[in-house]
């Protein structure tokens, strides 16, 4: 026997029921970023593979065990599949020299791939809106960017995802931190773990994001970033607060907060939840000046987020905001060849007025069609049979409405049937 085919583990297929939320989300997401000025950009699915590695930092979980990776055996290319879009943004950006006149905001949204363990809210294929502002220094900047988030959990009616906030200063600041980290974690070796100890000497902040409960002791007592910052980096991230506390926006300071890739600097965040388990991270962001540098671009001040859709799907879900298909505005029932013929082109009248028309196909008795009609929650049937065809009219019945059917001309169809529209249309394609 033939085996049966499955989608590849930890690659979900979103089924139509499913899609509408996700449709209803995109809306609500484009309609957002448009009020604040950004506009869309589209990269591919795979780069080289060189770019994640100088981006995001060799001695990272997404590089060293989580990348999809491979040599294409016809020209020998080392590929992956994007794990983020920061750098496939950034890279865009240089080749197409975007910025030589003025800063971008631009936002994408899209499938991304890392290969872990897959669990509720953690995917081998997962998606993401991400949201980066190229070429703006500031920290209004920075400071916008969460106003904007705070502003999208309203808008989808979401209440209970806080903000934690810290600052990495800049590089100087960073490796003299990185300094006293070093000497501070070597003398507690013993209680590292082997993550832990390998990027002692190769990246110790890293240590810092680990999520090992019996490491907590060990971070807990680490030297604090924050504690390192000159009078410049302060400055920004205390106009960061000061913008965020205009606004009435909460936060807390989490001095442990470094975020998991290498290429951020000054503000980073992250908002969170205690609704989804052990995968309460639902955006994480922050500032990232040096990566136009080090991926071999001019420099170039930047910053900008990302948000896992599958884990907001699933406090919208859990809000009891579930989008719902509404269905066509007519449903056409029509019996005999002469009245199918006829159908096809009412279907078409319909359309080229912006109604929505579901057109029966596959034969069957008017009663059957009538209840296909019904259960397709339209707001209205056209029936066409003989007697319509004769007459060169249809008839219109209100399917949401205890009024009666009527037979109408087809040159007022489209006004007849959208008053009936107007009157019973159920179902919001919105969140």
């Known amino acids: 026997m033939t085996q049966k085919l499955q ?4 690659m979900n297929d979103i089924l139509p029921d499913a899609a509408e939320q996700w449709l209803a989300f995109e809306e609500t997401i484009r309609t957002w970023l448009h009020r604040y000025g950004y506009r869309n950009i589209r990269m591919p699915l795979l780069e ?4 994640f590695r100088r981006a995001i930092g060799e001695v990272t979980d997404i590089v060293e065990k989580e990348m999809y990776s491979f040599v294409d055996d016809l020209n020998g290319e080392h590929l992956t599949l994007r794990p983020e879009g920061t750098a496939s943004t950034v890279r865009a950006a240089m080749e197409h020299n975007l910025l030589y006149d003025a800063p971008r905001r631009l936002w994408y949204i899209g499938p991304m791939f890392r290969h872990e363990r897959p669990q509720k809210g953690r995917y081998r294929q997962f998606h993401q809106v991400g949201v980066e502002a190229l070429g703006y220094a500031g920290p209004d900047m920075d400071a916008e960017l969460l106003v904007m988030c705070a502003r999208l959990w309203r808008d989808l009616g979401l ?10 200063g800049s590089l100087p600041e960073r490796m003299a931190h990185r300094e006293a980290l070093v000497a501070y974690l070597r003398e507690r070796r013993d209680e590292l773990d082997g993550d832990g100890t390998r990027r002692l000497e ?3 902040l890293r240590v810092l994001d680990s999520k090992n409960p019996a490491m907590q002791s060990v971070i807990d007592g680490a030297p604090r970033l924050l504690d390192f910052l000159g009078d410049v980096s302060l400055a920004h991230f205390d106009a960061v607060k000061r913008t965020l506390d205009d606004a009435g926006i909460a936060y807390s300071i989490d001095p442990r907060l470094v975020r998991g890739l290498d290429y951020y600097n ?8 205690d609704r989804l ?4 991270t639902v955006c994480g962001g922050g500032r990232y000046d040096g990566l136009f540098e080090q991926i071999g671009g001019k420099p170039a001040p930047a910053a900008g987020f990302a948000m896992g859709i599958e884990r907001l799907l699933d406090l919208i879900e859990q809000a009891g905001r579930v989008a719902k298909h509404p269905g066509p505005d007519v449903y056409i029932v029509h019996q005999g060849d002469a009245a ?8 078409e009248q319909l359309r080229d007025a912006a109604i929505a028309t579901t057109l029966h196909c596959g034969g069957g008795s008017f009663k059957s069609q009538m209840k296909k009609a019904d259960s397709s929650r339209a707001a209205v049937a056209v029936i066409i049979g003989e007697d319509e065809v004769a007459a060169g009219e249809v008839t219109v019945k209100p399917l949401r409405l205890d009024t009666p059917q009527q037979r109408v ?4 169809l489209a006004s007849s049937v959208g008053a009936v529209i107007g009157r019973s249309m159920i179902g919001q394609h919105s969140i």
């Open 266 to 273: 000054l503000t980073v965040f992250e908002w969170v939840t």
């Open 340 to 347: 199918q013929k006829l159908a096809f082109s009412v279907a």
């Open 7 to 10: 989608a590849v583990r930890g």
């Open 409 to 412: 001309p087809r040159a007022a």
């Open 48 to 51: 080289h593979t060189s770019l």
């Open 277 to 280: 388990g052990a995968q309460g």
């Open 159 to 168: 209440s209970d995802i806080k903000l934690r906030l810290n600052s990495l």
């Open 202 to 204: 190769t990246n110790p």
